[in-house]
Every structure is written in C-alpha cells, then in structure tokens.
C-alpha cells in the first residue's frame, strides 16, 4: 500500500500530545507516594511516625499501589481490545483524579492504603491502552518515535512530582500543619480531573461514530477493580494480624499476578494463547521486570539514597534525581527514532535493546560505585544520572516498538497488558524490598548493586529474543 507524504500537523500528532499529557497528570499522581513517604519519616509525623521499620513500611505502601495497578494491566488491555483504546484511556485518567484526590481528604493508614490501591487499580488500564492507541494511529515507519515522543510524558510527571511535591508541602506547612502531605494529593488530583474533561474531548474520533461504550466499559472495569481490591486488603490485613514483615507481604502480592496469569490461560487461553505462548513476547514480558524493578527504585526511594550519600537536604536530594527522570524526555523518542531507523533489519530493534541495556547496567555500576566510595559532588551525581536516564528511558521506547510489531495486531492490547502485568512484579518488590535491606544495613549501597544485577539479567534474556525484518505497511 502506498503512503502519502505528509505535510504539516497531522491527526495522529494530536493524539500523541493529549496521551503525552495523559502520562504527565498519571505519572505524577502516582510518583507522589514516594516523596511523600520520605517526607513523613524525615519530619516523624503522620502514620509513619511510630513505625519501627519506616523505609520498609513505606516501601510496602508503594507495593501496594503497584500491586492493583498490576493487577489490571491484562483486563485493561483485554476490554481495551473490546471496547476501544480511547475509552478505556479516558476513564483512567478521571479515575486517577478523583482517587488522588480523595487520598487528600484521608488521614488514616487503612484508609491511605485502600484508596493508593484503588488508584492503581484505575491507573494500570491506560499503559496497554495507550500504546495501542499509538500502534493504532501512528504510521509503521514512525511506530518507535510514536510510541518514545507519548512516553515522553512519563518523565515530565515523574520528574514534577519528585521536584515539586516537597515544595507544595512545605507550601502547605504554615495552614495545614502536619497534614501538609496532604496537600499534594488535593492539588493534583483536582488537575488531573480537569485534564481528563480536555482528552476526552481532543481524542473524541472524527466523523461517524458509534458508542463510545463508556458506561459498559466502566461496570467492567469495576467488576475486576473491586475483586482485586479486596483481595489485596485481604492479604494485607491477613499478613498483618499474623505479624509478617513487609517483605514477605510484597512477595505474596506478587503471587496475585500470577493466580491471575493462571486464570488467564484457564478462561481465555485459546483467544488470547497467541501473546501467552510466544517465546519473544515471554522473554521481553520477563526481562521487563527488571526495568520496573530500577524505574521505581529510583523513583520511590531516589531521593533518600541521595540525601542518605550526600547529606543534603531532602529538596536538594530530589532535584537531583530529577535529573535521572528528565532525561526521558529526550531519551524516550530518541530511542524511539533509533529503533525506527533499524527497523527493517533482522533482529534490529532486539540488537539495539541488548546495547542499551548492556551500557544502562554498567552505568548503574559506576553510580553505586561513586557514591559509596563517599562521592558526594551533586554536579557528578547529577551527570551520571542524566545519562543513565537518558539510556533507561530510550530502551524503553524500543521495547515498546518491539513488542507492538511481534504482538497480533488484534491482541495487542492484550500483549502490552500482559507485558506491564508480568513486569509490575519488579514495581511491586522493588519499593518494599529496597527499604527493608535499608534499614537492616543501614545503607542503600546493596540496594544500588542488586538494582545493575537485575539489570544484567534483562540484557541477557532480549539476547534470547529473535524477530524477522519489518515488513509493515500503513495501516490506515
């Protein structure tokens, strides 16, 4: 099929920048807990105020979020296949708004715990939706930048809420008192509502429509969020009464995905076995855990490893590990673009993963070795994690593009929640597990070296991975 050469501003370009802005408000609401958490225990106030073991407990309220946003990663992509990308990523946005912003209104720890749960739960649709959406309207020979220039949102929401929350509470301080953690909910979830009135609107299809489903994608969407809500507070407070560490908790968590994984296969196993039996797509989904695992060990607990090396304040410790996210926002469609131009050679995508992987991991290394041997010059600390980030971020971008070419188009929705179901096993353990080997050492330095292990592993899983070339054409 020919391809038209296009000029100008483009339909599929304005549906990139309102999922670009989907991301910022998303990625924001759920980078809050982090910061928040490290906050609470610097200044001893709220429920972290007695805790024995804060770095563990707050990492275990960070688990807890990831486990509900796994939890509907494949219902997400599965009724996203059914009912329509934009539909499922529109209610995920509102969803994401009025749960944040009920999380303001709280003050207690089961009622902070319920409602992060719940605001997983609704933020782990939009990943298989969104970038099925960008597979959906982008044209094949800009798939990797598509999917990279969307993404881009991520590190804008990631790096504004590690920089910006500390600030809106100290902010908040003088009316709010030791509620001030408060503040940052209440502020963001009243934004991310307001944006979800203006991409609803802007992705809203041109010309004859049908349904938008809104309504029964909803009731479906609930009938597995309110399941796997109970089910994950039953596992809580179960562990709990029994006196179980927080580790241990994390680990049964990340049972649930696989009860899920095993359901999957019993229900609907001959429709979607396509996605659950591909030995490149089992791989990628595996070796992604790993890169959960690194993106929310620096983006939960980044700024207290930081401040714990550095001896800085909190706010100074933040910026600076604000430099690893930022770095996103060139890496993302920058290893979008690199992909696309490798595109049509065998195994071309897999080959550069494999490279950015291999120079991520010995980055990660040179990172843990600086700031244990007592580097603490924040200009260093800074260059290392621009760079880093740069790479973590790019490979990322062409995992993505990677996965929607060897995914069935008509699963692809399916595929890509498949692939953030397995690999949100890494954001689950990474939070609570890095905190708990923090507080018994006393440093974040085994932290830091078990996080370029992971890493290592992954490299060497893609390099089982094997593709044709690229022979896509347009799709519209």
Same mark, same amino acid.
């Given at each position: 099929m020919s391809v038209q050469k296009e000029k100008g501003w483009q339909?599929?370009?304005?549906?990139? #920048?309102?999922? /670009?802005? &989907?991301?910022?408000?998303?990625?924001?609401?759920?980078?809050? =807990?982090?910061? *928040?958490?490290?906050?609470?225990?610097?200044?001893?106030?709220?429920?972290?105020?007695?805790?024995?073991?804060?770095?563990?407990?707050?990492?275990?309220?960070?688990?807890?979020?990831?486990?509900?946003?796994? #939890?509907?990663? /494949?219902? &997400?992509?599965?009724?996203?296949?059914?009912?329509?990308?934009? =539909?499922?990523? *529109?209610?995920?946005?509102?969803?994401?708004?009025i749960t944040t912003l009920l999380t303001g209104l709280t003050g207690g720890l089961i009622a902070f715990i319920a409602l992060r749960v719940f605001t997983g739960l609704g933020e782990g649709v939009l990943y298989s939706n969104d970038r099925s959406l960008v597979a959906q309207v982008t044209p094949p020979n800009k798939l990797g930048l598509g999917m990279g220039v969307v993404m881009g949102g991520l590190t804008v929401g990631l790096s504004a809420a590690l920089v910006g929350t500390v600030y809106i509470i100290e902010w908040a301080q003088p009316f709010m008192g030791v509620n001030a953690w408060k503040a940052p909910f209440l502020i963001l979830g009243t934004v991310t509502i307001i944006t979800g009135f203006f991409i609803r609107q802007a992705l809203k299809p041109r010309g004859k429509i049908g349904s938008e489903n809104f309504g029964k994608a909803l009731l479906s969407l609930l009938k597995y969020a309110f399941v796997f809500l109970a089910a994950i507070m039953a596992v809580y407070f179960i562990t709990n009464a029994l006196h179980l560490n927080d580790v241990i908790i994390a680990v049964i968590l990340t049972c649930l995905a696989f009860v899920l994984i095993a359901f999957i296969f019993i229900k609907k196993g001959n429709e979607v076995s396509p996605i659950l039996r591909n030995k490149n797509l089992v791989l990628i989904y595996i070796s992604y855990i790993a890169v959960l695992w690194h993106l929310w060990f620096y983006g939960f607990w980044g700024g207290a490893v930081i401040k714990d090396f550095g001896g800085g304040t909190l706010a100074s410790a933040l910026l600076v590990i604000s430099f690893n996210a930022i770095a996103g926002v060139i890496g993302f469609p920058l290893g979008g673009k690199i992909s696309d131009m490798v595109a049509h050679k065998t195994n071309g995508r897999r080959n550069v993963l494999i490279a950015m992987e291999a120079i991520l991991t010995v980055f990660i290394f040179v990172f843990a070795a600086y700031v244990m041997s007592g580097g603490k010059d924040m200009v260093v600390q800074s260059i290392i994690l621009f760079i880093s980030g740069l790479i973590f971020f790019a490979l990322q971008a062409v995992a993505h593009a990677l996965t929607s070419e060897i995914a069935p188009v008509h699963l692809r929705g399916a595929a890509f929640g498949m692939l953030n179901l397995v690999s949100e096993i890494g954001a689950v353990l990474s939070p609570v597990i890095s905190g708990a080997i923090r507080d018994s050492t006393g440093s974040w330095g085994t932290p830091l070296i078990l996080d370029g292990v992971l890493m290592g592993i992954s490299c060497i899983l893609i390099m089982g991975v094997s593709t044709k070339i690229n022979k896509a054409t347009s799709v519209f």
């Amino acid at each position: 099929m020919s391809v038209q050469k296009e000029k100008g501003w483009q339909r599929y370009h304005t549906i990139w #920048l309102m999922l /670009f802005i &989907g991301w910022v408000v998303s990625y924001a609401d759920r980078t809050l =807990t982090g910061p *928040v958490v490290t906050w609470m225990i610097t200044n001893k106030v709220g429920f972290l105020e007695a805790a024995s073991n804060p770095h563990a407990l707050g990492g275990l309220l960070g688990s807890l979020f990831f486990a509900g946003y796994m #939890l509907t990663q /494949f219902p &997400g992509g599965y009724f996203g296949d059914k009912y329509g990308y934009r =539909t499922i990523v *529109v209610i995920s946005i509102f969803w994401a708004g009025i749960t944040t912003l009920l999380t303001g209104l709280t003050g207690g720890l089961i009622a902070f715990i319920a409602l992060r749960v719940f605001t997983g739960l609704g933020e782990g649709v939009l990943y298989s939706n969104d970038r099925s959406l960008v597979a959906q309207v982008t044209p094949p020979n800009k798939l990797g930048l598509g999917m990279g220039v969307v993404m881009g949102g991520l590190t804008v929401g990631l790096s504004a809420a590690l920089v910006g929350t500390v600030y809106i509470i100290e902010w908040a301080q003088p009316f709010m008192g030791v509620n001030a953690w408060k503040a940052p909910f209440l502020i963001l979830g009243t934004v991310t509502i307001i944006t979800g009135f203006f991409i609803r609107q802007a992705l809203k299809p041109r010309g004859k429509i049908g349904s938008e489903n809104f309504g029964k994608a909803l009731l479906s969407l609930l009938k597995y969020a309110f399941v796997f809500l109970a089910a994950i507070m039953a596992v809580y407070f179960i562990t709990n009464a029994l006196h179980l560490n927080d580790v241990i908790i994390a680990v049964i968590l990340t049972c649930l995905a696989f009860v899920l994984i095993a359901f999957i296969f019993i229900k609907k196993g001959n429709e979607v076995s396509p996605i659950l039996r591909n030995k490149n797509l089992v791989l990628i989904y595996i070796s992604y855990i790993a890169v959960l695992w690194h993106l929310w060990f620096y983006g939960f607990w980044g700024g207290a490893v930081i401040k714990d090396f550095g001896g800085g304040t909190l706010a100074s410790a933040l910026l600076v590990i604000s430099f690893n996210a930022i770095a996103g926002v060139i890496g993302f469609p920058l290893g979008g673009k690199i992909s696309d131009m490798v595109a049509h050679k065998t195994n071309g995508r897999r080959n550069v993963l494999i490279a950015m992987e291999a120079i991520l991991t010995v980055f990660i290394f040179v990172f843990a070795a600086y700031v244990m041997s007592g580097g603490k010059d924040m200009v260093v600390q800074s260059i290392i994690l621009f760079i880093s980030g740069l790479i973590f971020f790019a490979l990322q971008a062409v995992a993505h593009a990677l996965t929607s070419e060897i995914a069935p188009v008509h699963l692809r929705g399916a595929a890509f929640g498949m692939l953030n179901l397995v690999s949100e096993i890494g954001a689950v353990l990474s939070p609570v597990i890095s905190g708990a080997i923090r507080d018994s050492t006393g440093s974040w330095g085994t932290p830091l070296i078990l996080d370029g292990v992971l890493m290592g592993i992954s490299c060497i899983l893609i390099m089982g991975v094997s593709t044709k070339i690229n022979k896509a054409t347009s799709v519209f």
